[in-house]
C-alpha cells in the first residue's frame, strides 16, 4: 500500500498452541436473592457494588482453559496528542503489561511533535506501529481493518480509541469477568461500552491521581439516547450519564422502576426489588413485514390509521388525484411523528421500558 510502513520487531510465536403489554411476577427478594459475590483467594476489597466476579478470578481457572494470556490492542490514532498518555497509563495500570502486545495505525502529521516518543516505544517487541501519513488516511474503518492483519494467535483482543484512561488492574478485571461469563455457559463473551470521558488538563490536578470529577473524570457510566431524527430520516444519538435507578445490580434494593432484557434474552427488573412484586410494562418488537393480505401488523391500535394514510396516498398517487394524495400524505406524516415521539423516548431512552404498573405481593 503506497504511503504506508509497517514496523514490526518480530513475529510473535504463541507461547501454548411492534407493541404488548406483558405482566411478570417478580419473584426474587432481598432475602432470597442469591448474592453473585465470589470470594477468590487475592480479591481485590474494593467494596463496589458492581464488583460481582473478584479482580483476580481468573487466577482459578484451569491452565487447560487459558491460552498465551496475551492481550491484542488495537488502536487507530488520528493526530492526537492522547496517543502516548493512553499507551503509557494502559501499560502503568495493567497486573501484567509484558502480556500486551499494540497493533497502531498511526496517522501521522510530519508538524506534530506530541508524539515522538512513540518512535522510541517503537523498540520495544510489544509494539507493531502502521505509520501512516494522515494526508493520505482512508477514515476510521480503514485504519482498523489494517490493524486487523496485524494481529498473531494472541488470546484476547482490545478495540480503542487513542484518548482513554485505565483504573488499576484493568487487564486482571477484564480477563476475570470473561472467565466467570464462560463459567455461566456464554462461550465466547464479548464486552462493549460507551465509555465515560475525562478532561486531561485537569487530570492529577489535586495531586491524588484519583479518578474524580475534581481531576476530570465522570463518576457516572454512559448510556447512548436518541436526540433527534435528521432531515434524511435516520436517527441522531448522544452520549448522557445513567441515572442512578437505570444503574444495574447497583445494590440498592426499592421498588422496580425499569425493564430490561439481558444478554441472554431474558427479562430483568431494576433498581433490585426489595420483595415480590407484580409489574405490568409495555416492550416493543421488532417491525413486521407484511407481504400477504392477511398479515396484521403489530402496531398500537392508536396507529393504525397511519398506515391506512399511507397507503391511501399511494393509491391517490397512482389515480393522479394530487389534492387527496397531499392530504393523506399529511396525515401519514403527522401520524409517524406522533408515533416517534410517543414510541420512542428521544429524551430518556431508545425504547421506553419503564414500569406502568405495580402492584405489591
Known sequence: MPGIKIVRKNRLKSIKSTSSENVV?????????????????????????????GTY???????????????????????????????????????????????????????????ADLFELMKDERFQVIRVDARRGHGTCWARHA??????????????????????????????????????????????????SYKPWLENKDGTDER????????????????????????FFLPTSMEKDEQRDSGDYDTPKYVYLTPDYKLGVSPTPDKAYVVKYTYFKTATELSAATDVPEVSEQ??????????????????????????????????????????????????TRVSHVIND
Open 25 to 53: 411476577e417478580v419473584q426474587h427478594s432481598q432475602q432470597d436473592t442469591p448474592s453473585l459475590q465470589i470470594s477468590t483467594p487475592g480479591k481485590q476489597d474494593t467494596n463496589e457494588p458492581w464488583d460481582k466476579v
Open 147 to 196: 490493524l486487523q492483519h496485524l494481529y498473531c494467535e494472541d488470546e484476547f483482543t482490545l478495540a480503542i480509541d487513542s484518548h482513554h484512561r485505565f483504573v488499576d488492574h484493568w487487564d486482571s478485571e477484564m480477563k476475570s469477568m470473561y472467565y466467570y461469563m464462560q463459567d455461566q455457559g456464554h462461550e465466547k463473551p464479548l464486552f462493549t461500552g460507551y465509555i465515560t
Open 212 to 235: 474524580s470529577l475534581a481531576n476530570g473524570f465522570e463518576t457516572d457510566p454512559w448510556k447512548m439516547i436518541i436526540d433527534r431524527f435528521i432531515p434524511e430520516g435516520a436517527m
Open 57 to 115: 478470578y481468573h487466577d482459578n481457572i484451569d491452565q487447560n482453559r487459558k491460552g498465551n494470556q496475551r492481550i491484542f490492542v488495537q488502536i487507530a490514532a488520528y493526530r492526537d496528542p492522547e496517543l502516548i498518555p493512553t499507551i503509557k497509563d494502559m501499560i502503568k495500570r495493567a497486573d501484567n503489561p509484558e502480556n500486551l502486545r499494540f497493533g497502531i495505525c498511526w496517522q501521522y502529521h510530519p508538524d506534530d511533535e506530541y508524539d
Open 303 to 352: 396507529f393504525k390509521n397511519t398506515l391506512i394514510d399511507g397507503a391511501i396516498y399511494h393509491l391517490y398517487m397512482m389515480r393522479d388525484n394530487a389534492e387527496l394524495a397531499a392530504l393523506s400524505k399529511r396525515n401519514f406524516d403527522e401520524g409517524i411523528e406522533k408515533m416517534r415521539t410517543i414510541l420512542i423516548n428521544r429524551y430518556i431512552r431508545m425504547r421506553d
